[in-house]
């Protein structure tokens, strides 16, 4: 089993929809949470960090359920630019040299 | 424009050449990474360093080696590419080690034959 898996995708929805991605993780004494974006042949970048009650920065939610051991994302209001890929991470030991990410859920916006 | 240069863009390279991967960043970040990106599997942390003059190994070391002479310079070598190291390597550097924020560089396409 993966340490971290991801819904495979690709998902595809029109724009103004909204979309959730879910993520679970193996290891129960991760630390922290993210969510990372990565566009067609470029470098991931960090959209959120997920906090144990959960936190939302605009259009975007995200939820952890420690005891289920698994997080989510929640695109509200889906827009052409929100099409990427996007990473679920969880760092296992608190520190940066022990981050697992998931394979990545591929989402579609279309007009 | 601060941020994490790494070079070449991509590679084409024979099998049992030699090949150093190149990372700046000037962000004066301490602690700097190295990852690979294969279809179908998460990035995977190959080495890492927290701090000028050292280094770890990180999930899959095997076939790799690093140096940090200083802080902004993180070097990858492949010291006998093999095909299994096709792959797309990514950079990446963070404050400290415990500073979770990961910045990324571009990443380098490298094609072993």
């Known amino acids: 089993r993966k340490e971290v898996e991801q819904d495979p995708g690709p998902f595809n929805v029109p724009e103004g929809a909204t979309v959730a991605f879910n993520c679970t993780y193996s290891n129960s004494a991760s630390q922290s949470f993210f969510w990372y974006r990565q566009d067609c042949r470029k470098e991931p970048k960090l959209l959120m960090s997920v906090y144990s009650s959960g936190n939302e920065d605009g259009r975007f939610t995200a939820q952890l359920n420690r005891a289920s051991q698994y997080i989510s994302l929640l695109i509200r209001d889906s827009k052409l630019s929100d099409s990427a890929t996007y990473l679920c991470?969880?760092?296992?030991?608190?520190?940066?040299?022990?981050?697992?990410f998931g394979a990545g859920t591929r989402l579609t916006v279309k007009p | 424009i601060a941020g994490i240069t790494q070079a070449p863009t991509s590679q084409i390279l024979a099998a049992g050449r030699r090949m150093t991967l190149r990372c700046t960043q000037d962000m004066r970040h301490n602690a700097m990474y190295w990852y690979r990106q294969d279809l179908g599997l998460g990035l995977r942390l190959i080495h890492y360093?927290?701090?000028?003059?050292?280094?770890g190994k990180g999930e899959v070391p095997d076939g790799y080696s690093v140096s940090r002479a200083n802080t902004d310079d993180f070097p990858l070598t492949l010291a006998s590419a093999v095909p299994s190291q096709t792959s797309v390597y990514f950079c990446?550097?963070?404050?400290?080690?415990?500073?979770?924020?990961?910045?990324f560089g571009a990443g380098t396409r490298l094609s072993v034959l």
């Open positions: 360093s927290n701090t000028a003059g050292t280094t």
């Open positions: 991470v969880v760092n296992g030991r608190g520190n940066n040299n022990d981050m697992r």
């Open positions: 990446a550097s963070s404050e400290t080690l415990t500073k979770n924020i990961q910045y």
